[in-house]
């Protein structure tokens, strides 16, 4: 299929452009502040400007709206897959393109990204939330433990599949324009990632953008990307075994059962991870086993707690329209 085909050129420009970023950023002579701790961004400007702060906002602001307009569009005018490309797809193609080149000259005449005016945490936040809202999405294809689906709420369902467009499109973009281009293994990472999200932001009504490989693949990316940048960050002995098994927990509790596998395939997965997580705690300690859990729990927690939102939500609209 064509659309399976630009997924496949996306991913080889997505790398193209994460090496143009490290090529462009050997320009970069920023002094910046010391390291100040875990809550604390350390690549932004010491010293911003208004200049620096409105070249960031404007571009997040012009790069959001722009792919809103376009998901809208899609939306109204469109409304059927294809297993090629619709014109709105390569239009959205475009735009982020195009604000992929932008960003680049932002960095490179004004540097600061909307790290310096928010947390840090609402970066690591957007990503998280995309990952919530995709298990709520898959509830009833795939399930939510084991392949059995959580008690949720056709209607929040439906709702989170219908919309998600525009809060997936948000914590791509947002994220994207948080952090300057900047060349440390960890950006380099991300920005590959943000890359990818984008692409399949770009998909919408394409056969591609549902193939479950491929978002599977997506899925699991963040699970590589937090683990290197753990090691990167915190050494060999650091937290990068809640980040690879987190997510890894995830996916033979909840993404592996919506592949269509056969059972033995399962059970050796389920029984693969269950090594790893043996193996590695018999040398790192047992004390440290509850880092497997938590990043699961947080995740199903919030599953719930976005659901219960979702239908409180819901009923109000309903009960207030009578």
Do not use: C
Request: no cysteine.
């Amino acid at each position: 299929m064509l659309s399976n085909r630009v997924v496949l050129w996306g991913v080889v420009a997505s790398a193209v452009l994460t090496g143009l970023i490290w090529v462009a950023g050997q320009r970069l002579q920023v002094e910046l502040l010391p390291d100040q701790g875990a809550a604390w961004y350390y690549w932004k400007l010491p010293e911003p400007t208004v200049w620096t702060r409105l070249s960031a906002w404007l571009g997040y602001a012009g790069h959001q709206l722009a792919l809103w307009g376009v998901i809208y569009y899609a939306q109204t005018r469109v409304r059927r897959y294809t297993s090629g490309l619709h014109r709105v797809n390569v239009v959205a193609l475009a735009v982020n393109f195009g604000f992929i080149v932008l960003h680049q000259l932002q960095t490179q005449v004004f540097y600061d990204g909307l790290a310096q005016d928010v947390s840090i945490f609402s970066s690591q936040g957007s990503v998280v939330l995309l990952l919530v809202v995709v298990l709520l999405m898959e509830n009833r294809r795939r399930g939510l433990f084991a392949g059995r689906p959580a008690p949720i709420s056709a209607g929040v369902v439906d709702f989170a599949r219908r919309y998600h467009g525009y809060l997936f499109s948000w914590a791509a973009v947002y994220t994207f324009w948080y952090h300057p281009m900047e060349t440390t293994s960890g950006h380099l990472i991300g920005f590959f990632y943000m890359f990818l999200l984008l692409l399949q932001g770009s998909l919408f009504l394409t056969r591609a953008h549902t193939n479950r490989w491929w978002t599977l693949t997506l899925e699991l990316l963040v699970a590589a990307h937090g683990t290197l940048v753990a090691v990167m960050s915190t050494g060999p002995g650091g937290l990068w075994p809640m980040f690879l098994f987190g997510f890894l927990g995830v996916f033979v509790l909840t993404q592996m059962h919506g592949l269509g596998l056969g059972v033995p395939a399962r059970w050796a997965l389920a029984a693969g991870y269950v090594a790893a997580v043996v193996a590695v705690y018999a040398v790192r300690g047992w004390g440290s086993l509850d880092e497997v859990v938590r990043i699961p729990a947080i995740e199903y927690l919030l599953v719930a707690l976005l659901a219960a939102l979702l239908w409180g939500g819901m009923r109000l609209v309903a009960a207030v329209r009578g």
